[in-house]
């Protein structure tokens, strides 16, 4: 299949922060978050195009992923990034040869929304995964419902943070098993491969 006609897969994830939100920080499994994102990028990629907004605590996870596999496979992701953390770009982003950068508005908050409404309107997606994160995984389900209504929607409760937040007050069609089941690979062999 070539790759255009690949389906999209949308990432929302990050790893939170402690000096943030102490809500989204001490409800983390930084470990499921890791062994979720690994998993998720093993099974999907070369069959699926995956991407997601260049979260600096992700792109790396990602990358890690893509250099277990042959080199060609770094066309089946495409990360956005917004120039406003230009600075703060790790060096994982320039291992990838699909980068869109959007461009830096006055604000932070701006930037950000400049870059999702892009990511998320500019594709057409069979399913959006979400994964841990802070503030933005929220923002980013509402931002990817508008956009791709008919998408399939993961949210992999287990991993805590903002995502078992979205899972608990947002999702109405719940799947015990995104809360309970940590066998990443067969989760979204079930949950997303068999789906779309």
């Known amino acids: 299949m070539a790759e255009s ?3 999209k897969i949308f990432l929302s994830a990050s790893i939170p922060l402690p000096e943030r939100n102490p809500e989204f920080y001490e409800t983390a499994d930084f470990i499921a978050i890791r062994d979720s994102i ?4 093993t099974i999907i990629i070369p069959k699926y195009h995956l991407i997601w907004g260049g979260h600096p605590s ?14 060609d496979l770094k066309r089946y992701v ?14 994982d982003n320039f291992d990838f040869e699909n980068i869109v950068l ?18 998320l309107s500019e594709n057409n997606f069979s399913a959006g995964i979400f994964i841990g994160g802070m503030d933005g995984i929220i923002d980013e389900y509402f931002m ?11 949210p992999v409760a287990s991993t805590g943070a903002a995502t ?4 608990d007050n947002y999702i109405e069609d719940k799947n015990e ?20």
Do not use: G, W
């Open 38 to 41: 690994r998993a998720l990028s």
């Open 5 to 7: 006609q690949l389906k």
């Open 102 to 119: 959007t461009e830096q508005l006055s604000t932070k908050e701006e930037s950000l929304k400049l870059m999702r409404t892009k990511m």
């Open 177 to 196: 098993r995104l809360i309970t089941d940590y066998s990443y690979m067969s989760l979204f062999n079930d949950l997303l491969l068999k789906q779309i």
């Open 164 to 167: 078992k937040i979205l899972y």
């Open 58 to 71: 992700i792109t790396p996870i990602i990358r890690y992923v893509l250099s277990r596999m042959d080199t």
């Open 78 to 91: 495409t990360l956005y990034q917004s120039n406003f953390f230009e600075k703060y770009f790790p060096k």
């Open 144 to 154: 990817f419902k508008k956009y791709n209504p008919d998408a399939l929607v993961i």
